[in-house]
C-alpha cells in the first residue's frame, strides 16, 4: 500500500483529493502548511510519495521539497499547481518527478504514482 | 525602454496583469475543488452500484461543498468585473470606502495574503473625484509590500479619515515597512502625484497615509494632466 504525504493550504481540495486517493486503496496523510508536513515526517518512518501544492503561504512547494529530502532521501515528489505559466511549469518539472496542473485529473494521478511506484 | 514603456502604459498594465494572474489564480483552485468534490461523488456511485453501503452524511457534505465553492466563484467573478469596470472613466466620483472593499478583496487572492481590515464606516460616504484605478493601484502596491514584509500574520488596519472640504485621509496602521529599505520609492510617488495624491509614511509609528484630494480634474484634452482643484492644505501629523 502505497503511503502518500499530501500538502497543500487549500483545505477542501485537498481534503478531497484524500478521500478519493484512500477509496483506491492508499494510505494518505493531510497537511495544510509545509510546517505541518515536516511536523508529518518528523513522526512517521517514511512516506514514499509526497504530493505538493507549489503556491503556499509561508513555505511554499519548492522549498519544502528540499528541505523533506534532506529528511528523507528516498522520498519521491508530485507537484500540483493552479499557475499556468510557462514559468512555472520550468521550474516544476526541473524540481519534481512529476508535475501536474490544476484542476487535476485523477487518472493522471494515478498513472504518475504508478511510473513513481514502478521506478523504486 | 522608459518611453517605450510610458508610451504603452506599461505600469498600469503590468498591475492589471498582476491583479488578473491573482484572480484566475483563485478561480482555478475554485474549479479544482469542484472537480474534486464531484470526482469524489462520481467514485462514491460507482461504489453505491456495485452495492457497496455509501455515507449520506458525505453525500452531503461533498454537494454542500460544490454549492460553496460555485457562490465563492461567482463572488471573485463580482470582484473581477468590479476591477475591470474602475478603468471604464479616468476621472470620476469615487466612494473611497468601496474602493478600499475591493483592493482587499483583490489582496486577498494573492498566495501570501495576510490580515487585512477596512475600518467600518458610519454616515455619509467619503467621495473624492479621482481616478479609481490609479488609486487602486497606489492602495495595492502598499498592502502588498507590507504582505511581503509581514508574512501572513501580520495584520493591517486600513481607515478613512474626511478632511473638511479638502478631501480625505486614508491612514495604513501597523504597515510593516522596517526592513524596506526604500518606501514609498520614486515610481509609486510619480504614481501618486499623477493624481495629486501626497504619500507620507512614518516608519517609526508603522504608519503611512495617502492625501487624496477631494477633486481633480483633466486639464487639457489631448496632453493629459491632472490638477487637484485647490484644497485647504496638507494634513499635519
Not at chain 2, 171 to 186: G, H, M
Request: hydrophobic share 40%; charged share 25%.
Amino acid at each position: 500500500m502505497m503511503n502518500l504525504l499530501l500538502v497543500d493550504d487549500e483545505k477542501k481540495f485537498v481534503s478531497m483529493l484524500a478521500r478519493r486517493l484512500e477509496l483506491r486503496g492508499m494510505q494518505v496523510t493531510v497537511c495544510y502548511s509545509g510546517d505541518e508536513a515536516l511536523a508529518a515526517v518528523e513522526k512517521k518512518d517514511h512516506f514514499d510519495v509526497a504530493i505538493l501544492d507549489v503556491k503556499m503561504p509561508g513555505i511554499g512547494g519548492i522549498e519544502l521539497k528540499r528541505k523533506l529530502q534532506e529528511r528523507d532521501s528516498r522520498m519521491k515528489f508530485i507537484f500540483l499547481t493552479g499557475h499556468g505559466s510557462d514559468a512555472d511549469y520550468q521550474v516544476g518539472a526541473k524540481e519534481a518527478e512529476e508535475y501536474l496542473p490544476k484542476p487535476l485529473r485523477i487518472d493522471d494521478l494515478i498513472a504518475s504514482l504508478t511510473r513513481l511506484d514502478g521506478n523504486t | 525602454m522608459k518611453n517605450a514603456k510610458n508610451l504603452f502604459g506599461y505600469d498600469s498594465l503590468a498591475f492589471f496583469g498582476r491583479v488578473n494572474a491573482s484572480i484566475s489564480h483563485e478561480l482555478k483552485n475554485i474549479m479544482a475543488i469542484i472537480s474534486e468534490t464531484a470526482g469524489l461523488l462520481s467514485d462514491l456511485s460507482e461504489m453505491a452500484s456495485t452495492g457497496t453501503p455509501v455515507d449520506p452524511g458525505l453525500l452531503k457534505n461533498s454537494t454542500d461543498s460544490i454549492m460553496e465553492e460555485i457562490q465563492r466563484g461567482f463572488e471573485t467573478i463580482r470582484q473581477m468585473n468590479r476591477f475591470s469596470h474602475s478603468v471604464d472613466k479616468p476621472v470620476i466620483s469615487t466612494d473611497l470606502i468601496e474602493l478600499l472593499n475591493l483592493v482587499c478583496h483583490l489582496c486577498n487572492y494573492l498566495s501570501f495574503s495576510g490580515m487585512l481590515r477596512v475600518t467600518q464606516w458610519v454616515g455619509d460616504p467619503p467621495v473624492v473625484q479621482t481616478c479609481p484605478f490609479q488609486l487602486q493601484a497606489i492602495v495595492y502596491e502598499i498592502i502588498v509590500q507590507h504582505f511581503k514584509n509581514a508574512g501572513p500574520d501580520g495584520q493591517l488596519e486600513v481607515t478613512v479619515q474626511p478632511l473638511h472640504d479638502s478631501g480625505c485621509r486614508i491612514v495604513f496602521s501597523n504597515v510593516f515597512l522596517k526592513d524596506v529599505q526604500v518606501f514609498p520609492d520614486d515610481h509609486l510617488r510619480n504614481a501618486a502625484a499623477s493624481i495629486a495624491v501626497i504619500i507620507e509614511c512614518d516608519r517609526d509609528e508603522n504608519q503611512l497615509e495617502l492625501y487624496v484630494p477631494s477633486a481633480i480634474q483633466l486639464v487639457a484634452e489631448n496632453d493629459v494632466a491632472i490638477q487637484a482643484i485647490p484644497a485647504d492644505g496638507r494634513p499635519s501629523f
